[in-house]
């Protein structure tokens, strides 16, 4: 692969991927999935939202393609779609024609192939590159991923995918979708999938439930936060890199504050790195929180509204706390004015449903969204 210039503004990307230089460790995990894929293995890769695992998936892909330009990777995110005819759609739009140079040989062997997803040939009003448009009933679905995944086999090529979200099939009111993919993805020696997923307990109950159709079909991979002496070492080698100084303290103190929690460590090192000075302080991070909840002060009331009295004390409770291993322990319930145990279990299984707190290894609960969680404990 030759290498582009890449022009970045500011080094600490908040969405998307671009090169390795902006990309923060995760060595440990690249090499593990690179492997496993190399080696015929699937993947299912669990972490919470925002966590990096978009951005892993990327850096996976363009290590891949730097060293082996035969692989053909593909990346979909899943989380839109809201039946098996969207999931279908979706993933023709993203494989069918990316396998070869557009040809008459190749046009010929999809219009072959397909009969239920009717493939037309247009060309972008913009870039003039071709492209295929789908055309599927809804009805017609199952044979559809059926002729994409005969495509895949018959291509010859070595493919990677990965499925973001992946989780969301469950949602689908078709039945059985997992036993239906599970069937076909069986049968592709020359496909490998990324199975990627925020909800944890639900892509824990896909792969690790012995009555379901994905069971033990993955090598599972969990992802935690970044070290901090890796994160530390990359923000402020990028920060020095312009001429500016970012020390321990401060980042340390962005990294706790946020749990080291990915994407809110990364848009707080963004917006700092934005402000013209060439040296920073605790208290420029907490001017950054504090402009970026008035930003969001309307949609936290929302929040709040949206929940009842006793879910809302719970949730400020845990914020305030940052982590809560025992929420039902007497001495917490007493300190924040919470009455009845049942009471407790009742609101945090409702907080936990609405994804507004989330249980980490450790068996602890904290408030998902840090930015939130530090708007609640103000």
């Known amino acids: 692969m030759s290498k582009i210039e890449i022009n970045t503004n500011n080094p600490f990307l908040v969405a998307g991927y671009v090169e390795p230089q902006y990309f923060c460790d995760r060595e440990k ?15 299912s890769l669990i972490s919470p939202r925002r966590m990096g695992k978009t951005g892993l998936i990327h850096h996976v892909f363009y290590q891949i393609a730097s060293t082996n330009s035969d692989v053909r990777c593909f990346y979909l ?38 009969k239920s997803l009717r493939v037309a040939l247009k060309f972008d009003a913009i870039s ?14 199952e ?32 039945k ?19 199975f990627a997923g925020s909800k944890k307990h639900l892509m824990d109950a896909m792969f690790s439930s012995v009555n379901r159709p994905f069971y033990q079909s993955t090598q599972k991979i969990g992802l935690k936060a970044i070290p901090i002496d890796s994160y530390r070492s990359f923000a402020e ?28 460590v990364q848009l707080i090192l963004n917006q700092l790195f934005e402000l013209n000075k060439t040296a920073y302080s605790e208290n420029d991070v907490e001017n950054i929180l504090q402009e970026i909840n008035e930003e969001e002060n309307v949609t936290y009331k929302t929040y709040c509204e949206m929940i009842t009295k006793g879910q809302l004390r719970l949730l400020r409770a845990i914020a305030k706390e940052t982590k809560v291993i025992m929420p039902y322990e007497a001495a917490f319930m007493q300190k ?5 145990t049942s009471s ?35």
């Open 336 to 340: 924040y004015g919470l009455t009845a």
């Open 29 to 43: 995990e690249t090499a593990k999935i690179v492997s496993a894929l190399h080696n015929d293995r699937n993947i």
């Open 176 to 194: 059985g979708v997992e036993a239906l993919l599970r069937s076909y993805l069986q049968f592709l020696p020359n496909v490998k999938f990324i």
């Open 128 to 141: 003039g590159e071709p492209t295929f448009a789908f055309d599927l009933k809804p009805e017609e679905a």
């Open 237 to 264: 080698n990028l920060f020095a890199k312009s001429g500016k100084t970012l020390t321990d303290n401060v980042f340390d103190y962005i990294y706790n504050k946020m749990m080291g929690h990915t994407w809110y």
């Open 344 to 378: 407790v279990k009742l609101a945090l299984k409702s907080l936990l449903d609405k994804t507004l707190i989330i249980k980490d290894e450790d068996g602890a609960y904290f408030v998902y969204d840090r930015f939130f969680s530090v708007w609640l404990a103000e």
């Open 77 to 114: 995110d899943i989380f839109a779609t809201q039946n098996l005819s969207e999931f279908v759609n979706l993933l023709g739009k993203t494989v069918v024609g990316k396998l070869d140079n557009f040809s008459e040989s190749i046009l010929r062997n999809i219009s072959q192939i397909f």
């Open 143 to 174: 044979i559809g991923l059926q002729e994409i995944f005969t495509y895949l086999k018959e291509s010859g090529k070595r493919i990677y995918i990965a499925i973001d979200e992946f989780q969301q099939i469950t949602e689908y009111p078709e």
